[in-house]
């Protein structure tokens, strides 16, 4: 029997691709235009399964599966590389929130700001750990819609029946059938003859 390629490569590939996408400051901007490293993730992960699936035709639930572990490679990655960056950099995020507060004219929107800055500065591991969460749920499955993207894009083979078990690839049954002694460039009947039933 044929068994499915390993996912492991795929994923981790695309996994990388959503993860540094996603913390590497300039890029990172990809994200705000519909999860765009996460879909791309995915998709990455599904292309690079169905070129090593050199005989099965994959499924858009095998590109799901291979976007969604993507995902969760990727997230990793976030939580180890972008939630320490975030928190390098938060007590400047904070200054600028509570900047732009002041020039709110709304003195209700100016307190619910003040608020969000105060439990912000009060609790950054937890906020940023909920935001990273979020990232996470979000990222597997968009990244899950990716994979499937990918194989409606990059997989031909759409249809064709598994290869028959035992022979490979593009081995085709030639000759007589065993008993049969016609002649293998020879019509099984001629034309003005129809075969006995």
């Given at each position: ?10 994923v ?80 400047n995020?904070?200054?600028?929130m ?10 209700a ?89």
């Amino acid at each position: 029997m044929v068994e499915k390629p390993s996912k492991l490569q795929p994923v981790l590939l695309g996994g990388l691709v959503l993860g540094l996408g996603s913390v590497i400051p300039i890029l990172s901007y990809g994200n705000l235009c519909c999860c765009g490293w996460a879909i791309v993730g995915g998709a990455l992960a599904a292309h690079l399964l169905i070129k090593r699936s050199t005989v099965l035709p994959l499924t858009s639930g095998d590109g799901a599966a291979a976007g969604a572990l993507a995902g969760v490679a990727g997230s990793f990655i976030n939580l180890v590389i972008g939630v320490p960056l975030t928190l390098l950099q938060w007590k400047n995020a904070v200054s600028q929130m509570q900047q732009r507060a002041d020039n709110v004219p709304d003195a209700a929107s100016r307190e619910v700001i003040r608020q969000i800055t105060d439990a912000m500065q009060s609790h950054p591991a937890l906020i940023a750990l909920g935001l990273w969460l979020l990232f996470a749920i979000v990222g597997v499955g968009m990244a899950a819609l990716g994979g499937v993207i990918g194989v409606a894009m990059f997989e031909k083979r759409k249809g064709q029946p598994p290869p028959v078990p035992g022979f490979p690839p593009g081995y085709a049954l030639r000759g007589p059938i065993q008993g049969e002694t016609q002649q293998p460039d020879s019509p099984p009947y001629s034309n003005d003859q129809p075969p006995s039933s």
